[in-house]
T-cell receptor
C-alpha cells in the first residue's frame, strides 16, 4: 500500500542551528500537509502544498514539494526553543485520506 | 478557524467497562471525521473513517465490534471502546474535514483523549 517515509526519526540541534526533515512517498500525492505536535498535545496543521515544485515560507519555516509530488521537506532556520516538538508530514491521496509519516522529533540541546 | 472539541481529555477506567469519547465540530459541519490512535513516540494510526449518517469504514486490523463509531449528526461523532482492556490504553484523537471541499485548511484535530485501562 501507499507509504510515506519520514527521516530522520530524531534530530538534536543547538538552539540557533537549522533543522530539516524529509518525507518520501511511494506514490504520487495529491498534496502534502505538515503538522506540528508538541509533547502531550495534538497535531496542529501548519501548511498544505499542492503544486509540483511548490515552495512556501512561514517565517523561519520553509516547505518544499518535489517536482514529482512524491517528496517534501520542512526546513527550520535558526531553531528556537518554541520549535520543539514532533513534525509530521501527511500525504493526501485523491480521496483526501492522509498517509502519515512517522514524524521527526526536534530536540534542542541545552 | 475550524475547531474540533474532544471530550474527555483523559479517562481512567476499569478493565471490562466501556468508554465513550465525543468529538464535536464547533463552527463547521464535518461530513467526515477520522479517528486515530497514537502510541507513545509513534505516528498516528488511522482507525476508522466515519461519514455522517452511514456506517464507519474501519482500517484493516481494527475491530469494529470493539471500537464502535457513531456519526449521527454533522457536528458529532463518538467512539466507544467496549469491554476495554489494558492493551487499549492509548491516546485517541479525532479529526474532521469537509469531504466535499479541498482541504485547504488541512484537517483539524481534537485535543485527544488519553485512555488508561486498569
Amino acid at each position: 500500500g501507499q507509504q510515506v517515509m519520514q527521516i530522520p526519526q530524531y534530530q538534536h540541534v543547538q538552539e540557533g542551528e537549522d533543522f530539516t526533515t524529509y518525507c518520501n512517498s511511494s506514490t504520487t500525492l495529491s498534496n502534502i500537509q505538515w503538522y506540528k505536535q508538541r509533547p502531550g498535545g495534538h497535531p496542529v496543521f501548519l501548511i498544505q502544498l499542492v503544486k509540483s515544485g511548490e515552495v512556501k515560507k512561514q517565517k523561519r519555516l520553509t516547505f518544499q514539494f518535489g517536482e514529482a509530488k512524491k517528496n517534501s521537506s520542512l526546513h527550520i532556520t535558526a531553531t528556537q526553543t518554541t520549535d520543539v516538538g514532533t513534525y509530521f508530514c501527511a500525504g493526501s491521496d485523491s480521496n483526501y485520506q492522509l498517509i502519515w509519516g512517522a514524524g521527526t522529533k526536534l530536540i534542542i540541546k541545552p | 478557524g475550524a475547531v474540533v472539541s474532544q471530550h474527555p481529555s483523559w479517562v481512567i477506567c476499569k478493565s471490562g467497562t466501556s468508554v465513550k469519547i465525543e468529538c464535536r465540530s464547533l463552527d463547521f459541519q464535518a461530513t467526515t471525521m477520522f479517528w486515530y490512535r497514537q502510541f507513545p513516540k509513534q505516528s498516528l494510526m488511522l482507525m476508522a473513517t466515519s461519514n455522517e449518517g452511514s456506517k464507519a469504514t474501519y482500517e484493516q486490523g481494527v475491530e469494529k465490534d470493539k471500537f464502535l463509531i457513531n456519526h449521527a449528526s454533522l457536528t458529532l461523532s463518538t467512539l466507544t471502546v467496549t469491554s476495554a482492556h489494558p492493551e487499549d490504553s492509548s491516546f485517541y484523537i479525532c479529526s474532521a474535514t469537509l469531504r466535499d471541499s479541498p482541504p485547504y485548511y488541512g484537517y483539524t484535530f481534537g485535543s485527544g483523549t488519553r485512555l488508561t485501562v486498569v
